[in-house]
Structure formats: structure tokens, C-alpha cells
């Protein structure tokens, strides 16, 4: 089993959707949780950090699920803008694993 | 303030010749890494720099990679003998320090290195 697992998508939704991914992690041991964004070409910016009691940022939902060792992003009414690439990272002590990305396209 | 810089951008570089790449970190970041993303691939970690602590080199493919770190702050990865393979983008991140669990990190443009 990888360490960290996307679905690779892509996932084509429209604008206006709402969208979800998960990510699962096999180190139970894993103790810091973030979600990056990669648009095409450019480096991975951070998207938000996922907390145990789960955080929301605008449109952006993350959740961590410990019990099942996954982390999940919701994004609603989704933008033309927001397509790009969705990194999962799971990290022990200071060593991040990053997982492969979900490719999300909003067409109009 | 700065981000994360890196240079060159761009390298392209003949099979068998050595490249230094070039990173600087955001001041006050003490954490370091060096990452390597081939084409469709997701990030692979090379190495890791923590203040004045013995380097993470486990990620390291093989000995012809090698990187330094001066002073806590300026890193240089070097690729000696490069080979085709190596052809990727090698992405730097900094971090504040890491004390017992990993901080948000923030990644430089990249170097896209090329081995013809």
C-alpha cells in the first residue's frame, strides 16, 4: 500500500459544484495533515492545513478521520479558477509525504 | 517579504556533466528541503536540512547527488555525472523550525533541469 493514495481524477465538474476528495495515509503514527494546490507548471502552494476537529476556510472544507486514516477536501461553489491540481500531505515528525494529486477541471 | 528562490529556472545540460542548483530560503525558515518532481509524477524528497542537525539525506537516489547548506540559510544541491533520468523540476521548500511536527512549507519556483 503507498504511504498516501489520491484518485488521480480528473474529476470535471461544473461551475457552481460542489466537489470532494480523499486521501488516504498508512502510517497511524502520521501527526500533521495539509492540502497544497499545484496549478500546471508552478510549485505547490499551500491550501490549508487539516485539524483533528476539522477547519473551513470560505469555500473549503477539510476534514481528518484518524479511525479510517484519511483526510478529505470539500470545495463548494466551485470557480473557474479553482482547477488545478490537489496535493495531499501527511507528515511524521518532519518528514512529509506527498500524495500524486487530484486533478479537478471547473468548466463554465 | 521574499518567498523562496531558486535558480537557475531553467538548466539544460549534457549526459555526464555536473549541475549545482541554487536555493534560498525565506529568512528566519531553518527548516529546509530539496524535492524532485519528474513529469506526472508527485513530489519525491531528496533531503532535509534542520539548523545546525545532521542532514535527512534518505532520499537521495544515489551518490551522485549531494547538497550542502551554509550558514543556515543558502542551500546547493549538486548532481554529479548526470544522466537522462535526472531530467525533472527540483522544487526547494523552507519551513519554520521543525520541533516535533512538520509546519506549513513554502516552495520555491523550481529548477527545471533537462539532460540531453
Known amino acids: 500500500r503507498k504511504e498516501v493514495e489520491q484518485d488521480p481524477g480528473p474529476f470535471n465538474v461544473p461551475e457552481g459544484a460542489t466537489v470532494a476528495f480523499n486521501c488516504t495515509y498508512s502510517?497511524?503514527?502520521?501527526?500533521?495533515f495539509f492540502w497544497y494546490r499545484q496549478d500546471c507548471r508552478k510549485e505547490p502552494k499551500l491550501l490549508m492545513s487539516?485539524?483533528?476537529s476539522g477547519n473551513e476556510d470560505g469555500r473549503f472544507t477539510a476534514q481528518l478521520n484518524r479511525a479510517s486514516q484519511y483526510i478529505s477536501l470539500l470545495i463548494r461553489d466551485s470557480k473557474l479558477s479553482d482547477s488545478a491540481t490537489y496535493l495531499c500531505?501527511?507528515?511524521?515528525?518532519?518528514?512529509?509525504?506527498f500524495g500524486r494529486g487530484t486533478s479537478l477541471i471547473v468548466h463554465p | 517579504g521574499a518567498g523562496v528562490s531558486q535558480s537557475p529556472s531553467n538548466k539544460v545540460t549534457e549526459k555526464g556533466k555536473d549541475v549545482e542548483l541554487r536555493c534560498d530560503p525565506i529568512?528566519?525558515?531553518?527548516?529546509l528541503y530539496w524535492y524532485r518532481q519528474s513529469l506526472g509524477q508527485g513530489l519525491e524528497f531528496l533531503i532535509y536540512?534542520?539548523?545546525?542537525?545532521?542532514?535527512?539525506k534518505s532520499g537521495l537516489p544515489s551518490d551522485r547527488f549531494s547538497a550542502e547548506r551554509t550558514g543556515g540559510s543558502v542551500s546547493t544541491l549538486t548532481i554529479q555525472r548526470t544522466q537522462q533520468e535526472d531530467s525533472a523540476v527540483y522544487l526547494c521548500?523552507?519551513?519554520?523550525?521543525?520541533?516535533?511536527?512538520?509546519?506549513?512549507?513554502?516552495f520555491g519556483p523550481g529548477t527545471r533541469l533537462t539532460v540531453t
Open positions: 521548500a523552507s519551513s519554520l523550525p521543525n520541533t516535533g511536527e512538520a509546519y506549513e512549507q513554502y
Open positions: 502510517n497511524s503514527a502520521s501527526q500533521s
Open positions: 487539516v485539524y483533528s
Open positions: 500531505v501527511v507528515a511524521h515528525w518532519y518528514r512529509p509525504t
Open positions: 529568512s528566519g525558515h531553518t527548516a
Open positions: 536540512f534542520q539548523g545546525n542537525s545532521a542532514p535527512d
